[in-house]
T-cell receptor, first 111, second 115 residues
């Protein structure tokens, strides 16, 4: 079945630095969602990507969907302490809402 | 505040007891989803409803689990004869419809600890 791998699993970043987290699939994805979960919190929707090669920006966050629609990335510039949390990619499967969440990238930011 | 409400937020129960969680989705959202999340893992899909109809159940949902959405509004998830392995956060989510463009919003979750 469809599975996604997120790398890295853990990212320690100095405040002000940039970092990228990746989501890779062995199968072609129809679309992919990104969620952020703060420690002790719940997943919060960030973005949806549907088109091949799509790039979307939200302030310091840049999301990309690969040309082959088998991978996606999230790049954060000038990391802030508010960026702390776990970032999940969640491709859709055969049923809308039946997402296949990755294991997430846990981000820790050092001031 | 996503608008999806879950109750209770925390539940500690003894092994073998039954527990029930309630979810109130965002008003007028037709679709309602249940997920389970254990520490260090991403959420895992359990089941979903389109209005009052339960359309799909994961193999993770054993016979001890039952979910209902009787009037197409709120939903309940019941776990019978709880086991320690049931300890997790149970997340409810909702969306207005199906397909890209219909964002899925999660509630704050119900934490279950089975002792």
């Amino acid at each position: 079945g469809q599975q996604v791998m997120q790398i890295p699993q853990y990212q320690h970043v100095q405040e002000g630095e940039d970092f990228t987290t990746y989501c890779n699939s062995s199968t072609t994805l129809s679309n992919i969602q990104w969620y952020k979960q703060r420690p002790g919190g719940h997943p919060v929707f960030l973005i949806q990507l549907v088109k091949s090669g799509e790039v979307k920006k939200q302030k310091r966050l840049t999301f990309q969907f690969g040309e082959a629609k088998k991978n996606s990335s999230l790049h954060i510039t000038a990391t802030q302490t508010t960026d702390v949390g776990t970032y999940f990619c969640a491709p859709s499967t055969d049923s809308w809402g039946k997402f296949q969440f990755g294991a997430g990238t846990q981000v820790v930011v050092t001031p | 505040d996503t608008g999806v409400s879950q109750d209770p937020r925390h539940k500690i129960t003894k092994r073998g007891q039954n527990v029930t969680f309630r979810c109130d989705p965002i008003s007028e959202h037709n679709r309602l989803y249940w997920y389970r999340q254990t520490l260090g893992q991403g959420p895992e899909f359990l089941t979903y409803f389109q209005n009052e109809a339960q359309l799909e159940k994961s193999r993770l949902l054993s016979d001890r689990f039952s979910a209902e959405r009787p009037k197409g509004s709120f939903s309940t998830l019941e776990i019978q004869r709880t086991e320690q392995g049931d300890s997790a956060m149970y997340l409810c989510a909702s969306s207005q419809g199906a397909g890209p463009g219909n964002t899925i919003y999660f509630g704050e979750g119900s934490w279950l600890t089975v002792v």
